[in-house]
């Protein structure tokens, strides 16, 4: 005979859209599409590259800057 | 922070608080991931990148991504295969009063798990706002 088991397990509910930053443990995420209809969470990206670059002093390189600059770089086209 | 001779030269790497913390603090403290990142951090702060070490990052990857003008090193910075080297940073290149340099954008695993974003992915999200096919 099998035992059955249950689990008390609580819902909390959350009030989210795709966009919304979420704190769960002191870690941030980011609430976006999982693609089939519904949402998930990742682990945030609130800094944009313009805004990295900003907080540097900086601004991005073009792309001909960037191949004055540095040459023809390999790419293993991976991503 | 820059020397002339491609095999040579190097270039200045800046590491913002907050993109190391979004992109390396992420992990568990003693993750592999975040093991490999910290054990680079203070070697590409005070070293800079050399130019053989990178790659530059594919203008349409296999999985969707955009990446046309960031660059990439894999992780751990070493000359063994890159099937050994499971991690990733995605550098953006910049020019600042003080020069040419590489800031920090993504960090992550380059072939996740099913259901994990790649540091492709998230570099992707940082550069055009959203995960590819979004």
Sequence with gaps: ?79 | MTTPGRGERRVAVRIGPGAWEEEVERFDDRSRPRTAAERERRRLEREGLSLTDLERCAELGPDGTRLADLVKVYVPISHAPPSERPFGFVFSPGSSEQGLYFALVAFGERHPRPGVRSVYERAHRRLHGRYPAQ
């Design chain 1, 1 to 79: 005979m099998l035992a059955s088991v249950e689990m008390a397990v609580g819902v909390t509910t959350l009030d989210v859209k795709i966009g919304d930053l979420v704190e769960i443990g002191a870690r941030r995420y980011e609430v976006v599409s999982d693609k089939v209809g519904g949402v998930t969470l990742e682990p945030a990206i609130t800094r944009t590259v313009a805004e990295i670059h900003a907080e540097h002093g900086g601004h991005p390189l073009s792309s001909e800057k960037l191949k004055e600059l540095l040459g023809d770089l390999p790419s293993d086209g991976e991503g």
